[in-house]
Structure formats: C-alpha cells, structure tokens
C-alpha cells in the first residue's frame, strides 16, 4: 500500500510494462466470479473498507 500523500505522476504504482492483456483478463474474471459468488450466496457486496465488505 502506498504511503500517505505519495504522488505518482503516471498515475500507476509498480512498473505498468509488466501488465499484458492475459493477466488483466485472469485478474478481471477472478474478480467477477468473486463479486458473482457472494452475490449468488446473498451476501451484500460492500464498498472497499466499509463493514461488510471483504476487507471491513
């Protein structure tokens, strides 16, 4: 996690050369089968931090 007030001109953190299409699409499908299950399970899905949610 980034420090508090760290400016990143790019707009990234970490290197962005790294990122390719397959990992973006692993990363997106992962997330959409998460967000699908607790939804299918009933389970309201929270904002990032907010109680409830995955990291509340």
């Known amino acids: 996690m980034a420090e508090p007030g760290l400016y990143a ?3 990234t953190y970490g ?4 990122a ?3 990992k973006g ?3 997106t ?3 959409l089968r998460m967000i699908l ?5 009933g389970e309201r899905i929270g904002a990032i ?3 409830g ?4």
């Open 25 to 27: 699409e692993l990363l």
């Open 9 to 11: 001109p790019s707009g």
């Open 37 to 41: 299950s607790d939804r299918l399970a």
């Open 53 to 56: 949610s995955r990291d509340g």
């Open 49 to 51: 931090g907010e109680e």
């Open 29 to 31: 499908e992962g997330l």
């Open 20 to 22: 390719t299409a397959a």
């Open 15 to 18: 290197d962005a050369t790294l």
